[in-house]
Structures are given as C-alpha cells and as structure tokens.
C-alpha cells in the first residue's frame, strides 16, 4: 500500500527503536519522512537505510531553538508537514522517588512532555493554515499503571494522554486529528534472549513486543481509515494492562485451558 505518497511526516527519537520502525514504515507507505533523533549518527544511519525519501535532522527535542532549527529544515525540504509523530523519550531514567531531585525531573519532563508539546505547537500551527494534519506521541502503559522508580516517566506519560485529548479539542475544528499510542514491554533495549523470554511470560500474547508491532497501529492512526478518530489512546501491548494478574502468577493458570484438537 502507498497509502502516504506525497505526506511528509516527522518521527523524533527515529533513530532507533519504536521511532525508526515507525519511520520505515512510513518511507515504505510512499512518504517522505524527516528522522530525527539527538544523536546524528543515530538519524543518519537510518535515514540512509530508507534512502532518498528520508533527512537526517539532529535536534534535542527537549530544546525550542533546536525544534525551530528541526521545522525549518523539513519546511525547506518537503514543503509541509502532514503527520508528526511525537516519539523521542528518555526509557532509562529510573530512580526511586526518595533519590529524585529536580534536574532528573526537568530532563524527563523536558524530553516526554515538553519536547512533545514543543513539536506539536509548531507542527499545529502549520497544520491549521492547510486544515489537516495529524499528531500523534508514544505514551506508555506508565500513564495509567505505575512502573516502580519511575515517578518522572509515569507522570510524563500520564501527560502526553491528557495533552493528546486536550489538544484533540482544540485542534478539531482545524482540521487536526490528535492521538496516542500506548506501547507495552518492547524489546529496544539490550536484553539476552533468554530475559526477553521470561520477560515476555507477563504478556497474555506471551512475548515481548518488537518495533515494528508499532509501525502498523502508528501509521494506521495517521491514515485516513482513521479520519473519525480523535483524543484517543491506542493500547498496543500484547494485552497487559488488560489483565488483574500477570500469567506465572494467576490463579487460573495456562495448565488449566482446555486443550482444543
Ligand atoms: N520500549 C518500550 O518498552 C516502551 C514502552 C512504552 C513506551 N515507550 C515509548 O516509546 C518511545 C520510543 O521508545 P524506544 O523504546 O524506541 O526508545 P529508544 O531508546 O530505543 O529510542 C529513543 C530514541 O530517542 C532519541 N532521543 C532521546 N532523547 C531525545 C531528544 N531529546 N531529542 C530527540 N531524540 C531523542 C534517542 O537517541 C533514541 O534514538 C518513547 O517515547 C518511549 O517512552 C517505549
């Protein structure tokens, strides 16, 4: 499908994980697409990979002056900007809420929440003048179920869901459609095979999720079979903020299903 030829689309923190399966997706969709990530060769490499549909643009999400400079530049390149994916997060920033201090906070919020607030004011703006576009930011499961030492992360996440309904409000009569996306256990980090298999026995689909489990749900929400669809959250997890209990440890465990042949 070519559902996006001739859209220009924006995906921060693309240059790597959730963001870069989500840009390919795009590239192999026909859009043009802007990678951006902080760390330039990160937003080379795979700007490269998609080839000439896709910019590298190093910018700090986190920062005004550096979304400016990211904006110009994808303005200059493409034209416009149809669909911006809010997807640049710091994942690593765990700390017990005894042993946090304001810097951390500032970072977390800075990079989750500010920098998505940042790029969706500038992307809304350019938006508003065509009447469409779309916008949508990764959230986590963090926003509406807590993950231990993680009181910055869950409180940005928590956030980005009240910011993506709120901003839904505004922008409807523009033209704008706003939502999020809500990851589970996603294998991105560096893990052995054996911790991702154990990790994955909490998932009631009973394995970690990869990237490109993301890539469909993302660009589906930026297409127009979603035009009616607004101030959402779609929750891609493999089912577990769907469960009371995790499966090694539910009452009702896997040994009793029926076996059906
Ligand atoms: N991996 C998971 O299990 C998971 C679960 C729920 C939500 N998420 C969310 O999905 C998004 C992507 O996560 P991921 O696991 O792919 O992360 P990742 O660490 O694999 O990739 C994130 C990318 O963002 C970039 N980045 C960091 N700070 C930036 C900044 N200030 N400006 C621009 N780029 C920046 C990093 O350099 C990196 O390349 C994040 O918002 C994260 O919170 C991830």
Known sequence: MQRFTNKSVIVTGAGHGIGRAVAERFAAEGARVAVNDVNEARAREVASAIGA??????????????????????????????????????????RHFLEGDEQWWDTVLGINLKGAFLCSHRAAHIMARRSSGVIL?????????????????????GG???????????????GIRVNAVVPGVIRTYDLTDENA???????????????????????????????????ECLVVDGGVLSQQRSVPVDTFPLSRFPKIS
């Open 160 to 174: 980005i869901e009240a910011m993506t309904r709120a901003m839904a409000l505004d922008l409807a009569p523009y």
């Open 197 to 231: 298999i154990e990790r994955g026995k909490v998932v009631p689909l009973g394995r970690m999720g990869m990237p490109e489990d993301l890539a469909g749900p993302t660009v589906f929400l930026a297409s127009d079979d979603a035009r009616y669809i607004t101030g």
């Open 53 to 94: 549909s896709a910019i590298a643009i190093q910018a700090d999400v986190s920062s005004k002056s550096q979304v400016d400079v990211l904006f110009d530049r994808v303005l200059a390149a493409f034209g416009t900007v149809d669909i911006l994916v809010n997807n640049a997060g710091l994942i690593t920033a765990e």
């Open 137 to 157: 930011s990764m959230s986590s499961g963090g926003a509406t179920r807590a993950h231990r030492g993680n009181v910055a992360y869950d409180a940005s996440k």
